[in-house]
């Protein structure tokens, strides 16, 4: 399986996505993808020898399906089976996400249904959660609503800072993403639970 990776940033993810897939692994990464020509990701994923475009989102403005026709003409050429969102931060309609319904993934920094959107961790400590984590889920049109692939719970800590949260999650969310993306990638379709 053809695996292409979207980013926005630094992409960890993306990197902890990259090294999982060696070996037996039914998937390799074919592409990493990000609306921002300055994101981190990008040099890394070059130096990994692997194909990047850039899909610079500010040309089209508020022309979201102008955007998405230049995503989907970008990633033609990738011959590509999964589409990994890891930390991409543009939403995509149901224009770009439809003809990928079954093969697109998102991993989201909450325990979903709860705290869709943005600043997950600080709502959830302004909500007084014990408990925090992320979620893989796989894409639909609605935003971060799709069928749950797996969760990673952590606890919330007294002291804890959004910022403090959130680098506890992150860390779940690199290995969880990892060990649902095999099992999708070998068409297992079961939940993944952490811990
Ligand atoms: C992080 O907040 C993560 O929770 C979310 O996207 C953000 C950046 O992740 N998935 P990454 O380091 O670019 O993968």
């Known amino acids: ?41 990008l ?18 403005k508020g022309d979201r399906a102008a955007f998405e026709t230049a995503l989907a003409e970008c990633v033609a050429p990738h011959a590509i089976d999964i589409i990994a969102l890891a930390g991409f931060m543009r939403v995509l309609t149901s224009g770009f996400v439809t003809p990928w319904r079954g093969r697109m993934l998102n991993i989201h920094p909450s325990l979903l249904p709860k705290y869709r959107g943005l600043d997950t961790h600080a709502r959830a400590l302004a909500a007084g959660e014990t408990e925090a984590g992320c979620t893989v889920h796989e894409v639909t049109p609605a935003l971060d609503d799709g069928p749950v692939l797996g969760q990673a719970r952590v606890p919330v800590l007294p002291d804890d800072t959004p910022e403090s949260l959130a680098a506890r999650v992150l860390e779940q969310e690199h290995i969880l993403y990892p060990i649902v993306l095999r099992r999708f990638a070998g068409g297992d379709r079961r939940p993944v639970m952490l811990p």
């Open 1 to 41: 399986k053809r695996v292409a990776i979207f980013i926005s940033g630094g992409g960890s993810n993306m990197r902890a996505l990259v090294r999982s897939m060696t070996g037996d692994h039914p998937a390799r990464p074919a592409l990493v993808l990000s609306n921002t020509a300055d994101a981190g990701g």
């Open 43 to 60: 040099e890394w994923a070059r130096a990994e020898g692997i194909p990047t475009e850039v899909v610079d989102h500010r040309p089209f």
